[in-house]
């Protein structure tokens, strides 16, 4: 089982909205040494990746697109992996893990160079039957809610990766209106409307 932090929750779900699946850009509070050791981390368990393209653009001090540049000068960039998608439930859309040469150079493009566009709507996510964030939903619109100690019984995360997914995966990217009530003398209850 992969036991992640807040941050790294939070970066997963953001790059796994991402029609790219880019990492990048970071939470605005990660910057140098702190994104160089988070992002480090999620390397070495292979649940992001790095891929080098043939664009020459330079890595950029707020890491809005390029991680990074090679020894030849060659953007990297980053990306979410088919095991950081099941890491926190979400199923791979297809069988393709990154982006192509092509695709990864393309995205890589210098925002100043390419034409102005609106940002589309976010697409909208729905676990895979069977997985932890899907469990959680159902407890949440379950009769009474749950508690965070239920929820840590139900997935084997720990309190803080919970707190993380309600707040990150569930409110922010699914929009879901979770709601919390403090019961005298009981645990904190979270709560979300029935459909």
């Keep these: 089982m992969t036991k992640l932090s807040d941050t790294q929750l939070v970066i997963l779900s953001a790059a ?15 910057r140098g040494g702190a994104a160089t050791k988070v992002v480090g981390a999620l390397l070495k368990r292979a649940l992001i990746a790095e891929t080098v393209t043939e664009s020459q653009t330079k890595a ?17 960039l980053l990306y979410i992996t088919d095991a950081g998608l099941a890491a926190i439930g979400v199923e791979p859309e297809g069988s393709d893990s990154a982006p192509t040469g092509a695709d990864a150079a393309q995205s890589a493009e210098d925002p100043q160079d ?17 997985t932890k964030q899907e ?35 569930l409110k922010k990217k699914l929009g879901l209106a979770v709601t919390s009530e403090k019961v005298a003398g ?4 979270y709560r979300l409307p029935a459909v």
């Design 186 to 189: 009981r645990a904190r209850r």
């Design 114 to 130: 390419a034409p102005a566009e609106a940002d589309p709507a976010p697409k909208a996510r729905t676990p895979r039957a069977g």
């Design 16 to 30: 796994a909205q991402r029609e790219d699946r880019n990492v990048l850009p970071l939470p605005g509070s990660l």
């Design 60 to 76: 950029d001090a707020a890491l809005n697109r390029i991680w990074r540049n090679d020894e030849d000068g060659r953007a990297v």
């Design 135 to 169: 469990t959680l939903i159902a407890m949440l619109r379950a009769e009474g809610g749950a508690t965070i100690d239920e929820m840590a019984a139900a997935t084997g995360w720990a309190a803080h990766s919970i707190r993380g997914v309600l707040s990150g995966a």
